[in-house]
């Protein structure tokens, strides 16, 4: 039985338990939700790891962090690097992007050293392989050799695969009739497209879906269903070429339950302030609840350098709405690859978000240290408050550069300091007179 026919049977395994002690959650309510499919555990059960988490209604908002190599930079090491980086700030999940180098040694290291679900897109190594070794168009990909990837990322241990499913032929005619500023942004979706465009016929991953879902469900991944058409720019949002393809995820969607497939569907990208809780509420609808995982979204488009910060806020407006999993923007985007330094500050503005939004969910126990950090600044205990940071080690840095000041409060203020004085003025025996 898959994780998903487990809960809907009502078996309980000591993959639920885990989760559901590392959720804090009762394990009938994880099971239901997973039953429901408003919650996934992405497990595949060929890679080991401790720590189960789930994404999903009532759960803690997760943050991924993209990795990968290009052709550029090929080196598994630097990638290696990342991953480190990724863990120690705290990321929930990783994707292995790579398109350059030996693809199957560095998504294998990867997985050896990933103690928390790793994700894929398999269309890029089957395009990759294809161009960068056969040399070959992107048209001239095989379906087997499509097909055959997914397998064999499958039987390695990869716990989620982002599969553009949506994209049809109609759809694709759609975007073209419709005209875009930027057209279409997603990797995968311009593949599909270019790939469909070449060769006359439908998606492969549309027209074959059943076939995929067999093979997701024998190595138990779970179906992120991609978002091939996401705007790329402010000026594309919510159009119908990108409503066109949320139609067709959630129809997939209730395709990959019945197989007995877990699904999160994806979603933007670029998005006004204006229009995030709206596209919310239209995944939750059109998609029978099912988690969402949503790139960002990013808030404007005039910010290169800060895209973590759009990201960052797009996600927390999100995530207060309702989305579930938000995959990390770096600072690199649309700019470069990322380095070490970019991951972490991608990874801990995502994070930030993603804590936001449980505050504003409501979720239990999510003020709780936000409370403890207010009490300790009243406090001036600078511990206690590095220890309850995100991120203690630059909470920490910070301070000591600001040790010129030697007194308790800080270099900003010193002996003006609003919490001192306040203390100063409602003192017992001040009030007495």
């Avoid at 930027?182 to 492969?204: A, D, H, L």
């Avoid at 910060?309 to 985007?333: K, M, Q, R, W």
């Avoid at 003020?367 to 220890?387: F, P, S, T, V």
């Avoid at 940071?389 to 040790?403: L, Y």
Wanted: a negative charge; proline letters at 4%; hydrophobic letters at 40%.
């Amino acid at each position: 039985m898959s994780i998903r026919e487990d809960a809907i049977r009502g078996t309980l395994t000591p993959l639920f338990e885990n989760c559901a002690a590392n959720e804090n959650i009762a394990v009938q309510t994880l099971m239901q939700g997973v039953a429901a499919g408003t919650i996934c555990i992405p497990k595949n059960k060929n890679h080991q790891f401790d720590r189960i988490m789930g994404v999903g209604k009532g759960l803690s908002t997760k943050v991924n962090a993209n990795i990968g190599s290009s052709k550029d930079y090929p080196e598994v090491s630097q990638e290696l690097q990342k991953l480190c980086v990724c863990l120690k700030a705290g990321a929930d999940t990783v994707m292995d992007l790579s398109m350059g180098g030996e693809l199957n040694e560095i998504r294998r290291e990867i997985l050896a050293s990933c103690p928390i679900p790793l994700g894929t897109v398999p269309i890029y190594q089957s395009i990759a392989e294809v161009v960068e070794k056969q040399k070959k168009k992107i048209g001239e990909v095989t379906v087997a050799q499509m097909f055959k990837g997914i397998e064999q990322q499958a039987k390695d241990g990869v716990d989620f695969m982002t599969i553009h499913s949506g994209i049809t032929r109609s759809t694709m005619d759609r975007v073209r009739n419709h005209k875009r500023l930027m057209g279409v942004v997603s990797r995968g979706g311009s593949f599909t497209i270019e790939w469909m465009s070449y060769n006359k016929k439908e998606n492969p991953m549309y027209e074959h879906f059943d076939e995929l879902l067999a093979i997701l469900k024998e190595h138990e991944v779970t179906l992120s269903l991609g978002d091939g058409i996401r705007p790329g720019c402010l000026a594309d949002a919510t159009d119908r070429g990108q409503i066109q393809e949320l139609i067709h995820l959630g129809e997939l969607t209730q395709r990959a339950w019945e197989a007995g497939v877990q699904v999160m569907v994806e979603g933007p990208g670029h998005m006004p302030l204006n229009q995030i809780q709206a596209n919310i509420l239209l995944q939750k609808q059109l998609c029978h609840g099912a988690p969402f995982y949503v790139l960002g979204p990013l808030v404007t488009d005039i910010a290169p350098g800060y895209d973590h910060i759009t990201g960052a806020i797009g996600g927390a407006i999100a995530g207060a709405a309702g989305a579930d999993f938000l995959c990390y923007v770096t600072p690199a985007e649309h700019l470069k690859l990322p380095s070490a330094e970019d991951v972490h500050e991608g990874v801990m503005a995502s994070r930030i978000a993603a804590h936001a939004a449980d505050i504003a969910k409501g979720l239990p126990g999510a003020i709780d240290k936000d409370i403890a950090m207010a009490k300790c600044r009243n406090n001036l205990d600078w511990k206690g408050q590095i220890e309850l940071s995100i991120d203690p080690e630059k909470a920490r840095r910070f301070r000591e550069e600001g040790s010129s000041y030697k007194g308790d409060a800080c270099s900003m203020c010193g002996s003006y300091c609003a919490i001192k004085v306040y203390k100063q003025a409602t003192a017992p025996d001040r009030l007495q007179k």
